[in-house]
């Protein structure tokens, strides 16, 4: 199946990579305002394809969109040093009203996977833009992948035995849902117990910290992340291809919130088939009440 990616910043070619070096699809098609730069990543990642899955690469103007099954939508400004996601809303709304319409009219058919941030608001936005057309949000996958990675590390085990969701916003205002994690099948606390591992408030509220703030460390680092949320991006649209019914915290509309954002989601080919809401404690729901609620604001600004 043919994926198509706008935007080939570094969210969007490494996604490409990450679809190339996981054997993803049949075909990747990157597209950008800037041809050249295009046009010189899917030649780079073409190149990785003989050593991995045989992915066909390359670029090419929206029209080459056609045929798509899914589009990763990653064009947009970046986001600078201090600057949260928020406040790139204005100037990355006006990229979507025009580019939007566009892919639509190229890809009909495709579902739209929404890369751009803030990523919440502009999947409401893409909704708007494309009516009838199945659209969601990389939502806190990422987030969640973070939560979950740093769990992991103080119980001393493989990430992938780690459960757990980020809800809410992708920003500041994300819910560390506590209450839905577990490792191999055990609540977090019961586990470290069972490790003798120490689990303390101080332990727990570290893992918060570093979860929120992952972002913007890499951000001040190395001016952008894009590894993290690549990898994320491919596990999506594969599971979406493959019809996976996979459960995903991927950002959609829901009424109940009034706004789009990320929930426990089943995934298939034809975009958000259900949501479920976990049974959260009542601060956590009083969390995920305020997060919509910071989303609602900035979606208000659109309008």
Request: glycine content about 10%; proline content about 4%; charged content about 20%.
């Amino acid at each position: 199946m043919k994926v198509g990616i706008v935007g080939a910043g570094l969210v969007g070619a490494t996604a490409a990579y990450a679809l190339t070096l996981r054997g993803s699809c049949s075909e990747i098609l990157l597209t950008d305002q800037d041809e050249a730069r295009a046009r010189a990543e899917a030649q780079d990642i073409a190149h990785a394809s003989p050593v991995s899955h045989g992915t066909r690469v390359g670029s090419g103007p929206l029209a080459d969109l056609r045929g798509s099954a899914v589009v990763i939508v990653a064009a947009g400004a970046n986001q600078k040093p201090g600057e949260s996601r928020l406040d790139l809303l204005q100037k990355n709304a006006a990229i979507f009203r025009e580019l939007i319409p566009q892919i639509v009219a190229a890809a009909p058919d495709a579902l739209l996977l929404i890369a751009t941030n803030p990523v919440d608001v502009l999947t409401d936005l893409t909704v708007r833009l494309a009516p009838g057309v199945a659209v969601m949000g990389s939502g806190t996958v990422l987030d969640s992948a973070r939560f979950r990675h740093l769990i992991a590390g103080h119980a001393g085990v493989d990430g992938t035995h780690v459960h757990g969701y980020v809800l809410g916003e992708h920003g500041d205002s994300e819910v560390i849902a506590w209450s839905t994690v577990t490792v191999a099948g055990l609540p977090v606390a019961d586990f470290m117990a069972a490790r003798n591992h120490e689990w303390t408030p101080d332990i727990r509220a570290q893992i918060e910290a570093d979860t929120r703030g992952a972002a913007a460390q890499i951000i001040s680092g190395k001016r952008a992340t894009y590894y993290g949320i690549g990898a994320a991006l491919a596990r999506i649209t594969e599971r979406v291809l493959g019809d996976r019914r996979a459960v995903l915290t991927v950002s959609a509309p829901t009424p109940e919130f009034g706004v789009s954002l990320s929930l426990p989601r089943v995934v298939g080919r034809s975009g958000v088939l259900d949501t479920v809401l976990p049974a959260l404690t009542d601060t956590e729901r009083a969390e995920l009440a305020a997060s919509a609620g910071v989303l609602r604001e900035s979606l208000a600004t659109l309008d």
